[in-house]
């Protein structure tokens, strides 16, 4: 199955699709195309998937969750973990998938020398795209998928000094500002490039990660600058050329990858990816003694534990008290005192 599209008919909306070899077409009802988009999508359910019902393979419900996505982040996502996941379960209904088939794709990725938390990413997106067709009536029930355990985060963090280092290695004032933005604010690198300057106000001292839409509020908050910050800010809005706050050439960039890890090497670091620079900024914020509700905050966390879990252990006074309960030794030296 391909992607549907929405085109023009007779004076209205109709839907298409390629199945089969064949060109599939239906009219809409729909006068607007935000009207068009939804009932696009229950048309090509109707005419494909739940005439397919009972006969559905993963590819087909893999596909029709592919498009339920629409414009989220996942959608990009799935694009790519499908290549693996469907060449191994594409052809099989959901009614076929076993345990001892999760473990043939577990043993064969890590033989290709994928990593475990890769290979739970994958078998994720499957139990995802299961869980959608239960939920739209595609499929009764979904099997259970099994995957390998999620490993643990990585604990690799930068030292103050390689900080510095890192951002003094960039040899590109985008790629400068753009590393030192993300330490500044513990974002992510999506966050960053999709800011714009009417989101960053210096009267208030307030930069705004999120956009309006809510497919992208997730994770992204609102936060106070720091004076180094505020001036490399200030410095590259003299300059701007685009809307855009980390531009090239007057316009957005798509990634900064390349020229990060152009920094990473002159600054002679070791085992730094762009999500060492928020786990860094997070780690040091709790190890500084900030709350750690507050740096939930920061990272754009809805849940305090997920914070708790990751970064308790780099508190100065974590569990401090409960090591001066069991400090029994002391009590010893007391009772040998009296």
């Known amino acids: 199955m391909s992607d549907i599209n929405i085109g023009r008919f007779r004076g209205g909306f109709c839907v298409f699709w390629q199945e089969d070899g064949k060109r599939r077409r239906y009219q809409l009802k729909a006068r607007s195309r935000a009207q068009a988009e939804p009932e696009a999508i229950d048309v090509y359910r109707e005419k494909t998937l739940h005439r397919k019902r009972g006969t559905l393979t993963i590819s087909d419900i893999w596909e029709a969750y592919r498009i339920d996505l629409g414009d989220k982040t996942t959608a990009k996502t799935i694009h790519y973990t499908g290549k693996s996941v469907l060449a191994h379960f594409g052809a099989f209904r959901p009614d076929q998938i076993n345990t001892a088939l999760c473990r043939q794709y577990v043993e064969k990725r890590l033989d290709a020398g994928k990593s475990q938390g890769t290979v739970h990413t994958e078998l994720g997106h499957l139990r995802s795209a299961l869980r959608f067709a239960v939920r739209e009536r595609l499929i ?194 007391e009772k040998s005192v009296s």
């Open 140 to 333: 009764s029930s979904a099997p259970a998928i099994e995957r390998p355990a999620k490993p643990m985060p990585k604990e690799r963090y930068l030292e103050k000094d390689e900080i510095v280092s890192l951002v003094n290695a960039a040899n590109a004032p985008h790629i400068a500002l753009a590393i030192h933005l993300l330490f500044a604010t513990a974002g992510r690198v999506g966050a960053i490039l999709d800011l714009t300057w009417n989101r960053v106000n210096f009267q208030t001292g307030i930069i705004n990660l999120r956009l309006d839409d809510a497919n992208t509020r997730k994770g992204r908050a609102i936060l106070s600058m720091n004076a180094g910050i505020r001036a490399a800010l200030l410095t590259a809005h003299d300059a701007a050329l685009s809307d855009y706050v980390v531009e090239y050439a007057g316009g957005k960039i798509k990634s900064i990858r390349k020229g990060f890890e152009g920094a990473v090497e002159r600054a002679e670091l070791k085992d730094v990816t762009l999500h060492t620079i928020r786990h860094s900024a997070a780690v040091h914020m709790v190890a500084g003694g900030v709350p750690m509700e507050k740096v939930a905050q920061y990272l754009g966390h809805s849940n305090v534990a997920i914070t708790y879990s990751t970064y308790a252990r780099y508190a100065p006074d974590h569990l401090a008290d409960a090591a001066g309960i069991l400090d029994f030794d002391q009590i010893r030296i």
